[in-house]
């Protein structure tokens, strides 16, 4: 009776063996195929990404003066209106504004970062799903903020 169950436990183990190797293997084999037709598709650019996705349009008024600091500006922005929101990422700041924190670069070229002021309207477009803190308000930054300029 023990040779028996010890024979059938040796057994079980060498199939559980064999099958965990076997799915490591298809998982390689897929990868690799996976990897060599994203290979084959041409390079995108950051900008042809941001492009391509389905950005938020926010417009909001400056709430206190905006903080400049060598190429980055954090503007907190109240009164946050969608003009287009299909993510509903405006209901994460409706109440509080929001706080972007911006690299200069992504402002308008008509916009004059040193002459912002509390009360100017801006319009500014999030990435999709933007990385946003869950303080109060919350804050983004990073390559979240796509563009930020003077409201029309």
Do not use: H, R, W, Y
């Not at 100017?120 to 869950?134: G, H």
Request: glycine share 4%; with cysteine; hydrophobic share 35%.
């Amino acid at each position: 009776m023990k040779k028996s169950f010890l024979a059938l436990s040796v057994l079980l183990s060498i199939g559980m063996l064999s099958a965990c190797s076997n799915s490591k293997d298809n998982a390689s084999n897929e990868s690799s195929a996976s990897s060599s037709i994203s290979q084959q598709k041409e390079p995108e650019t950051s900008s042809s990404k941001k492009e391509t996705q389905t950005n938020s349009e926010f417009k909001g008024k400056i709430a206190e003066k905006p903080v400049i600091e060598d190429e980055t500006v954090t503007v907190t922005i109240n009164k946050v209106e969608a003009i287009k929101d299909s993510e509903g990422i405006n209901a994460s700041f409706s109440p509080d504004g929001v706080v972007l924190i911006a690299d200069k670069k992504v402002f308008d070229e008509s916009v004059k970062v040193e002459d912002l002021a509390e009360g100017d309207e801006l319009d500014f477009i999030l990435s999709s799903t933007p990385a946003m803190t869950k303080s109060i308000p919350p804050q983004i930054s990073g390559d979240s903020v796509i563009k930020i300029s003077l409201a029309k």
